[in-house]
């Protein structure tokens, strides 16, 4: 097989979340254990850093790869899903998977493919870890799929685990309550290895800190660490100051980043406090270097579609923020920009519950419902039904793009567009 026949057996043969949802999740460390075993355990050959949470993980796992690419090690990167190749979910110093070690891992596992019928996000996974070894890391991050407890990222014990934000998303497989959810995230907690938790969130606080009691291991709030002072949008940057709560001094002064969605926040405080603990067990990373790799996250690891501008006059912004915490916060920053009239160009997928996320959408703003190209996919007539009983009107289009492009003819120099509500509309955008 050749690279592209590879990809479309991967895709036909193995169950993939992404396209046909619930059907594809398999919980459990089992299928994932079997697989590396009969590679060697590659995941055990380099220190890995475990990123989970409900919102943000990516940007952090980014951060965290960009700082240590800056401070001069070989960092695997590993994050899901992709939005336009394969070959992004699997990185090392940025650089994609090469295509031919694709061909090769899959070839080569089509016995273990018979016997285990892992599922797409198991294979991955595995030929991540394989990937890592070959190219010889000095460290990976590794970002969860979904959950933590029994996602297949988790027969790693890193030398660090850092937990983003809890809010409600897949609650069919990960509980219907906060405290649910963060139990599930807290299992990647291991046995004496610290523990990142970006935002004190008081009501699920206490998970947190009884799993890391269980597993002696050392827990830190990022938020408790640090606070941001002052912040805003200074040359298409995000510029920050940081306080260092233990000290009462200031860390960082006009720290630029250039993801720029205001969510960053959030995720910011827990990525200095990884950056802390790592230099405790030694690695070496100074704030010049931190500087440095903030300010250039996107060049150096090839993160997409977060809060990312894709074009001017009228103003046009895509996010794949797609629960109701993640579009909560890209709105309300899209509802900040003075604009003359605000457009929304949103498409979900059918299996959550959009009620609570489209009353989220100004009434007073132009929409242009439309659907991902996933079988997943909530039909944009329906979106526009369930719209409707909102009070928000517009027009069905077929696929993001056909909507992207109406809306932009539609709209004057000083109009404002935002693009989103699901993952893969973004990854629809030929613009990205």
């Not at 396209?19 to 919980?27: E, L, S």
């Not at 800056?70 to 190749?85: D, R």
């Not at 920050?240 to 960082?252: G, M, P, R, W, Y």
């Amino acid at each position: 097989m050749d690279y592209q026949q590879t990809i479309d057996y991967l895709f036909s043969r193995l169950p993939v979340f992404q396209n046909i949802g619930a059907r594809a999740f398999k919980p459990g460390l089992y299928t994932t254990i079997e697989l590396c075993n009969s590679l060697g355990n590659p995941q055990n050959k380099y220190p890995c850093i475990h990123v989970a949470g409900t919102n943000g993980k990516g940007s952090t796992s980014h951060m965290l790869a960009s700082i240590l690419q800056t401070a001069g090690y070989k960092v695997g990167l590993y994050t899901s899903p992709h939005l336009k190749s394969f070959t992004e979910r699997i990185k090392v110093n940025g650089e994609e998977i090469k295509e031919d070690f694709i061909v090769k891992f899959t070839s080569e596992n089509l016995s273990n493919i018979d016997k285990l019928n892992p599922s797409f996000f198991e294979l991955t996974v595995s030929m991540a870890f394989s990937y890592f070894e070959n190219s010889q890391v000095d460290v990976a991050v590794i970002e969860v799929g979904m959950g933590g407890r029994l996602d297949s990222t988790n027969i790693i014990t890193p030398i660090l685990s850092v937990i983003t934000n809890i809010s409600y998303d897949h609650a069919q497989f990960l509980g219907d309550t906060l405290a649910k959810i963060a139990y599930e995230k807290a299992g990647i907690i291991k046995e004496n290895v610290p523990v990142v938790v970006s935002e004190y969130q008081e009501d699920i606080s206490s998970v947190f800190k009884e799993t890391a009691n269980f597993h002696h291991a050392r827990l830190v709030f990022g938020s408790e660490q640090f606070e941001i002072k002052t912040f805003g949008l200074v040359n298409g940057e995000l510029s920050l100051s940081v306080l260092d709560k233990n000290t009462k001094q200031i860390a960082f002064d006009n720290l630029r980043l250039d993801l720029t969605g205001l969510y960053q926040l959030k995720n910011i405080c827990g990525v200095l406090a990884a950056t802390q603990i790592l230099n405790k067990i030694g690695f070496i990373i100074n704030n010049e270097t931190i500087y440095l790799a903030l300010k250039q996250v996107v060049s150096l690891t090839g993160l997409k579609g977060r809060w990312q501008k894709l074009g001017s006059n009228p103003l046009v912004y895509c996010d794949t923020a797609h629960n109701f915490a993640g579009l909560s916060d890209t709105i309300k920053q899209f509802n900040s920009i003075s604009a003359g009239r605000k457009k929304f160009v949103i498409g979900f997928v059918g299996d959550k519950d959009i009620s609570a996320i489209l009353k989220l959408f100004p009434q007073d703003a132009d929409f242009y419902f439309t659907q991902p190209s996933n079988a997943r996919a909530l039909p944009a007539t329906e979106l526009m039904d369930l719209a409707t009983q909102c009070h928000l009107l517009g027009e069905t289009y077929p696929n993001v793009n056909d909507a992207l492009k109406e809306a932009i003819l539609q709209a004057s120099p000083e109009d404002s567009i935002y693009v989103g509500g699901s993952t893969f509309v973004v990854a629809d955008l030929q613009q990205l």
